[in-house]
């Protein structure tokens, strides 16, 4: 470990992570997640490559006037000076003096079989590439990292080689000295021995970048810091090329929660989940629930014994407090549940469950589930089971009966018209609508009968639609599963309706969705 006690956190995600197929930042988008990841807490924030390419290039003069960092310090990233060029007349090291940061990161290859393949030149040549350019930039007045790339591949093939790459950075005086496993192959019993021989080898603080491609990046960070290095690179959510690089998330709260070792500061610990998940949708790539510390599942549990002893005992089935990174623990519901997953999902929505009507809500649920519904992804639907579970019976309309027609004409897009028939207020209510498909077309009948007694039907709207075929086997005939997503902009729900027709599956988990949307304007009015 660090003699300080301290670990620098060095973020890549706008550089590193945004090679990840599917991510593509704006520079609006750049300076975002630089200002979310500056709240967080971290040390340094690679803002890209401003002589590879327009865009990043656009975001450090952006970030000249609008990125007001007040933790994290901004690293502009790029390359050695060529092969037999000179510093003072390389384009990529103008571009870092000229990109405004004060912190620069060069990479250097430390593979020889890089050298002599990859950049076609002499093993003393790359040396010499990796002194000047360190050298050029420190006179400039910049602080200056070094990424070895390719460190762990080149130690293992030709050890000497390697070495003098690290030494020739820290004779030119870079501050920090990174060994990267650019490949991703290096697996955790490597990395300490490795790490030990470089620190043997050179006196300047070192950091460690990992890619995941043998799912090791995390595990590989933490050993590394068990051997001394002062710095780990990594991206938010284990973004980055192929299989992505270390998942900065786990490693924050792994050192800081279980190791004692200072990372951010500590009373940012909790704002972790906010972070993961805010980064995510600029990204627009939704964060897998199972996210160690910060997905939605992290902290859920299903399994009925798993329950009742968590009930009782909150350390028994959750490795650290989930509060103390912004989480929270969750209850689902399904085939698996006991009596006591039902009770604590229960007193969580105030609805009070005798043991009878438990029993038979549970005996419900499973011969429910053993249908094709899935209860544990529609807490609106369990919800309203629970209620009818103690008796209650949605008071705001009655379905009578619901048609939808689609007529393809020679035109681009096939018309859909749906009609319900619904009781809503002592009156008999006929509406029509058209829409885009069967689901909006009842979607938009629907509202239209019941807007006029309802009006606060106008807030809520649709997010999602999923549909899950159950029996792949029976073709066209199978039973299929919808899940609905609702939003009132004040609070998120989800329905789920079963069947073998695709459309009584919508309708019902549509209709519910609705009857929720009214059940909490009603609790909103009670509540004031």
């Known amino acids: 470990m660090s003699p300080s006690g301290r670990v620098e956190i060095y973020d890549t995600t706008l550089r590193d992570g945004s090679q990840q197929e599917g991510i593509s930042l704006s520079v609006d988008d750049k300076l975002k997640v630089a ?18 390419n327009p865009k990043d290039e656009a975001f450090f003069e952006a970030a000249k006037r609008q990125l007001n960092l007040h933790t994290a310090k901004l690293v502009a990233f790029g390359s050695t000076r060529r092969a037999k060029g000179k510093p003072s007349e390389d384009p990529n090291l103008a571009a870092l003096v000229d990109s405004g940061a004060k912190t620069v990161c060069i990479v250097a290859k430390a593979w020889d079989y890089h050298v002599i393949h990859a950049l076609r030149t002499s093993t003393a040549e790359a040396l010499a590439m990796a002194y ?61 021995p490795i790490v030990d021989r470089v620190k043997a080898a050179i006196a300047q603080e070192i950091g460690v970048h990992f890619h995941n491609d ?12 068990d051997h001394g290095v002062l710095q780990v690179q990594g991206c938010m959510n284990g973004y980055g090329e192929r299989t992505g690089n270390a998942n900065l998330v786990p490693v924050i709260a792994g050192l800081s ?11 940012n ?13 600029i990204t627009n790539l939704p964060l897998p629930p199972q996210s160690p510390y910060v997905g939605s599942s992290a902290f859920t549990h299903k399994a009925g014994l798993h329950v009742s002893a968590i009930s009782r005992r909150r350390d028994a089935y959750e490795h650290v407090d989930p509060t103390l990174v912004g989480n929270g623990t969750r209850f689902v519901v399904s085939e698996m549940a006991g009596r006591q ?31 094709g519904y899935h209860f544990e992804a529609a807490d609106g639907s369990l919800e309203l089971l629970m209620r009818s579970a103690t008796g209650w019976a949605q008071p705001y309309f009655e379905i009578e009966s619901y048609r939808v027609m689609t007529d393809c004409y020679a035109t681009p897009a096939p018309l859909t018209e749906a009609t319900v028939k619904v009781v809503v207020g002592g009156r008999r209510v006929l509406a029509t609508a058209e829409g885009n498909g069967p689901v909006n077309a009842l979607d938009e009948a629907l509202r239209a009968a019941l807007i006029s007694e309802y009006p606060d039907l106008k807030q809520m709207k649709l997010t999602d639609f999923k549909v899950r075929v159950l029996d792949s086997s029976q073709g066209t005939d199978a039973v299929v599963r919808v899940l609905i997503d609702f939003t009132d902009s004040e609070v998120e729900w989800t329905t789920t309706g079963v069947s073998a027709n695709i459309i009584e599956a919508s309708f019902n988990a549509l209709v519910e969705g609705f009857v929720l949307a009214l059940l909490r304007a009603s609790e909103r009015r009670q509540a004031f």
């Open 257 to 267: 929660l279980k190791r004692g070792i200072r990372t951010i500061p500590g009373d």
């Open 269 to 281: 610990l909790e704002l972790l989940s906010a972070t993961a998940r805010h980064i995510a949708e």
């Open 214 to 225: 043998s799912g090791c990046a995390v595990a590989n960070s933490l050993i590394s810091v």
């Open 132 to 192: 000047d350019s360190v050298a050029f930039l420190v006179e400039a007045g910049l602080e200056v990292f070094l990424d070895a790339e390719h460190f762990f591949d080149g130690f293992r093939n030709n050890e000497e080689f390697a070495l003098s790459v690290l030494r020739e950075a820290e004779r030119a005086g870079a501050s920090r000295i990174v060994l990267c496993d650019t490949n991703g192959g290096t697996l955790p019993g490597e990395v300490g």
């Open 341 to 371: 997953t039902l009770q604590i999902k229960a007193n969580e929505l105030g609805i009070g469950l005798d043991d009878a009507a438990t029993a038979n809500l549970l005996s419900q649920l499973k011969t429910l589930e053993h249908r």
């Open 35 to 52: 200002h979310q990841l500056d709240i967080l807490g971290v040390d340094y924030i690679e803002g890209g490559w401003p002589g590879a």
